[in-house]
């Protein structure tokens, strides 16, 4: 579940970095996932990479059933702000 935390988080901020908002601008993040308890046990892990950007945002962990493509584990939203 990190590598796929790790991934979530380098895909948002490929996409946050050309609109000039870093990590560290993001405000809110709400977590979906297949594994509740799985993401639980990598939530330190998660921390640590906030920390490290220098952020510390409101942030939900939603347990779902799936996701459209069942490969999927993690999916994140984010609000960035400047």
């Known amino acids: 579940m990190a590598a796929r935390i790790t991934g ?27 594994d509740v308890d799985i993401f639980r046990q990598s939530a330190a892990f998660l921390l640590a990479c906030l920390a490290k950007a220098g952020r510390r945002a409101a ?13 999927l584990l993690v999916e994140v939203e984010a609000t960035a702000a400047a």
């Open 59 to 71: 942030t939900a962990l939603l347990g779902v059933a799936r996701f459209a493509y069942p490969e």
């Open 8 to 34: 979530a988080l380098d895909s948002l901020e490929t996409m946050l970095d050309p609109a000039g908002f870093p990590l560290r601008g993001v405000i809110r993040l709400n977590w979906y996932t297949t």
